[in-house]
């Protein structure tokens, strides 16, 4: 038996299939004379109209439908979106650069152990990340409530790097950070 929230991903699921389908095969597909956009369906991109017609036509149908895409993402899929979106830039290079590695790579097996490396590495701290995600949240709660003064202090360091960078003084602090704590040597 299906819980409530697995039916609604695979309701939504299904409103992104049909607009999909409606989007890919416009010319399939057309609004009533009787409709009040029937005229200006032309004017609309494919996207417009394939929400505009699944909205109008096919929720009709399918009274479970009829409010799918004007609800709110849930948190968790704000946080996926918003990752994304900062980490794309990130890992495109990164990728691109081992995908031609391992294209360069003598043998099959040096290719795969490379994209393997790589997998593990994307992989395991997402892992990680969900093992602990409730003593996290308890945590970050916690934070939320100084988040402001940290924020400064971020800001405040970003500053400082930026004068350390523009001045020549950053390369004099690592050899100092290095003098002085001798492990960071031997880190990397």
């Avoid at 819980?3 to 597909?29: M, P, W």
């Avoid at 602990?132 to 405040?156: E, K, N």
Wanted: hydrophobic share 50%.
């Amino acid at each position: 038996m299906m819980t409530a929230e697995l039916s609604e991903h695979c309701i939504q699921a299904c409103v992104v299939d049909v607009i999909f389908k409606i989007a890919n095969n416009r010319g399939s597909y057309s609004l009533p004379e009787t409709d009040p956009f029937a005229g200006d369906a032309d004017k609309m991109s494919d996207g417009q109209f394939a929400f505009y017609y699944c909205r109008t036509h096919v929720s009709d149908h399918l009274p479970i439908l009829v409010d799918i895409e004007v609800a709110p993402m849930s948190s968790g899929q704000q946080f996926g979106l918003a990752f994304g979106f900062g980490w794309t830039p990130c890992i495109g290079p990164i990728l691109g650069a081992i995908l031609t590695a391992s294209a360069a790579s003598a043998t099959v097996s040096e290719g795969v152990a490379l994209l393997a490396v790589y997998s593990a590495g994307l992989g395991i701290p997402f892992l990680i990340a969900a093992a602990f995600t409730d003593r996290l949240t308890r945590r970050l709660r916690t934070i939320g409530r100084i988040g402001r003064r940290l924020h400064q202090l971020a800001g405040g360091v970003m500053v400082a790097m930026g004068i350390a960078m523009m001045t020549g003084h950053l390369s004099a602090f690592a050899y100092w950070l290095l003098d002085t704590f001798p492990l960071l040597g031997r880190i990397g």
